[in-house]
């Protein structure tokens, strides 16, 4: 079983940037992985995924701004923010994509 613990997470002014982590407790290098968010009351959406070969996809509202990268050797993936928005406040979550293995989530507020 792997647990995923994201930190990274906090308050930022429009315009700004925050480094996201997801440290998994086992090697996570034949996985892909994803990075979602969800807004009180809204539905999960997903914000960027990494397969196992390191082919990067996208939701439109992150394309240009966010960058999702991994390291294997730390069982770790990121989430870059810049260029951050009000409307991107959520909290963020990391999963073994396809899988039922969440983190607990980390909050990311942005200001106006």
């Known amino acids: 079983q792997v647990q995923l613990v994201e930190s990274g997470g906090g308050l930022v002014q429009s315009g700004g940037s925050l480094r996201l982590s997801c440290a998994a407790s086992g090697s996570v290098r034949i996985y892909a992985m994803g990075w979602y968010r969800q807004v009180a009351g809204k539905q999960r959406e997903l914000v960027a995924i990494?397969?196992?070969?390191?082919?990067?996809t996208y939701a439109g509202s992150a394309k240009g701004r966010f960058t999702i990268s991994r390291d294997n050797a730390k069982n770790t993936v990121y989430l870059q923010l810049n260029s951050l928005k009000p409307e991107d406040t959520a909290v963020y979550y990391c999963?073994?994509?396809?899988?039922?293995?969440w983190g607990q989530g980390t909050q990311v507020t942005v200001s106006s």
């Open positions: 999963t073994l994509y396809g899988t039922n293995y």
């Open positions: 990494i397969s196992s070969g390191g082919t990067t």
